[in-house]
């Protein structure tokens, strides 16, 4: 992007961070509302968290490398300020997503 400061990387990871963000939430309550997702996850690793962590991860780094590889490696067109954007709504949609499935629950 032309008068960017961040390279394709940047803006990809950004972007699959905030994408990954609001995913991990909706995984949180999709396992405590269903018994049978907790327990393949409980089963697949040592610990649900486990099995939670290494899917967030590998969904945030497969995203990540795909979106920053994107339209010939110069990443996902948007403005810095736009991946920043993202980011930080990202974090708050989760936050309320999370807080308000157990305040309700």
Known sequence: MNGSQLNGATRGFGISLA?????????VLAKESNDGLMNLMKKLTVHHWVTHSLFVVAVFLILGFILSKSRGGEGVNVSDAGVLKAIV???ALGTVIIAGFYLTD
């Open 19 to 27: 994408i990954t963000c609001v995913l991990s939430a909706l995984l």
């Open 89 to 91: 709504g990202s974090i």
